[in-house]
């Protein structure tokens, strides 16, 4: 028998002979681990890189559009863009891609006449967006700049609505009847969802998803109905607001290199002194160019509350801890005199701790299930919340493996103090 094996055979056998110990330090890892791994979840869900590999190449531009009233220097310009600076900057194309965009949500019409109309999200963008956010497709393709110019009646559906309107058949080349309009199905996405929707997060984040996208130049001609935040300001301190004093769009450009994000800065501040020549701003120039990260975080994406519910959790397992080193200190000392006659036989003060160490890490590894069954139990609480991120706190693989290395690791930090004052016990006296 290997040694490691005899340390297994001799924690099994202290499991069964102090059970009442036992049970108390499993029951004290589960709960940290339990709580440590539903804080961290969510926490996961919420900081995730939505766009992983091109999160740094995709940049959000922001101008100071605004009049005088209410300035304050220094102050960050606002989120969005006015229709006449979004297209502005599309038509320069000073990116490998850009794509500007707005949220609306559309009645749609089944083909049989015999179902209800129902509502859907919709997304009015420009030809580049699917390219630009790696949108995959299940069939077709996205519509092309062309179509852009046409103002052409096309479409793309998401995966969900496709199946909902025409079950198994393709949705590709049939018509989809939105706000009382017809329009071609060009292209039907694969599986996709950006989580959280960074793109637009002035009116989602975690909860929404988009299933129609529509040319943003076809929107602007039949006048569809749009969703989501407006800022408009007085011209001239003026009493009276008119549609280019209003910005309602977003705008995101691809820039592959760090030398071309700072060009791209400068092709902001160039355009904002111009526009200040022209008269359209007042305001001295002042841009910002966030990447997906940086704009998550300006956005506070991860909330302040988030963040001290992922600390508490942390002291919670803190306390668990230094409960379980109390229990394992008066399990193993209590054994004074099982150490001593293994010392009498010869073994060393190594061969002790490894003993008892070998004896934490099986106390947490059955700690992992209820660990587990407590994790599953705080998630299920999440997703009833009202929160828009909760029906995505799903237990997953990640977690498991998670708990199962913070369980052990636990434990064995646990177990680093008492495994070392029962090793250097002699004969049973301390």
């Known amino acids: ?13 202290s499991f069964r002979k102090h059970k009442f110990l036992t049970c108390l330090a499993v029951l004290a890892i589960a709960i ?36 005088m009233e209410r300035y304050l220097p220094g102050a960050e310009p606002i989120r969005q863009l006015t229709v006449q600076d979004a297209e502005a900057l599309l038509r320069d194309r000073r990116g490998t891609r850009q794509a500007m965009m ?47 110019e046409a103002r052409a009646r096309v479409a793309v559906i998401s995966r969900e609505l496709g199946e909902k309107l025409y079950g198994g058949k393709s949705a590709l080349g049939r018509r989809i009847l939105l706000q009382g309009n017809a329009f071609r199905i060009v292209g039907v996405l694969g599986a996709w969802r950006a989580t959280p929707q960074f793109y637009d997060v002035q009116v989602r984040d975690f909860a929404y998803q988009d299933h129609v ?18 800022n408009c300001w007085p011209r001239g301190g003026g009493g009276e ?5 209003c910005a309602w769009v977003q705008y995101w450009v691809q820039l592959d290199s760090p030398a071309k994000a700072d ?46 519910q992922a600390w508490m959790a942390g002291g919670l397992l803190l306390l668990c801890l230094v409960n379980a080193v109390g229990l394992l200190l008066a399990k193993f000392l209590h054994r004074g005199q099982e150490i001593g006659v293994r010392r009498a036989l010869g073994a060393s003060q ?14 947490g590894l059955a700690g992992v299930l209820p660990g587990i069954a407590l994790a599953s139990l705080g998630l299920w609480i999440v997703r009833q919340l009202p929160g828009d ?42």
């Open 1 to 13: 028998m290997s040694l490691f094996r005899y340390y297994c055979y001799l924690a099994l056998r």
């Open 32 to 67: 940290g681990v339990g709580a440590c791994a539903t804080t961290l979840t969510v926490f996961h869900v919420l900081s995730r890189d939505p766009i992983p590999g091109k999160s740094h190449l995709l940049f959000h531009p922001q101008l100071d559009a605004e009049g």
């Open 102 to 148: 707005t949220s609306g949500r559309l009645t749609v019409e089944p083909e049989d006449r015999e179902r209800l109309p129902f509502f859907a999200e919709a997304r009015y963008t420009s030809a580049d967006f699917f390219a630009l956010f790696d949108v995959p497709f299940r069939y077709g393709s996205g519509w092309s700049a062309d179509d852009d």
């Open 213 to 230: 996208f529509l040319p943003f130049t076809t929107f602007m001609e039949l006048s569809l109905p749009r969703t989501g935040i407006s």
């Open 241 to 245: 607001t008119a549609e280019q004093d």
């Open 263 to 308: 060009s791209y800065r400068q092709y902001l501040r160039d355009y904002s002194e111009q526009q200040r020549r022209a008269g359209r701003f007042e305001r001295p120039t002042n841009v910002r160019l966030r990447d997906v990260t940086e704009w998550l975080d300006y956005n506070r994406i991860v909330g302040k509350d988030v963040k001290l």
């Open 350 to 363: 190594g061969n002790i701790f490894w003993q008892y160490m070998v004896e934490c890490a099986g106390i």
């Open 389 to 430: 991120y909760a029906k995505l706190a799903q237990l997953d693989w990640t977690t498991l493996a998670g708990a199962l290395a913070l369980a052990v690791i636990a434990s064995l930090a646990a177990g680093l103090l008492p495994a070392w004052r029962a090793s250097r016990m002699r004969y049973g006296l301390g």
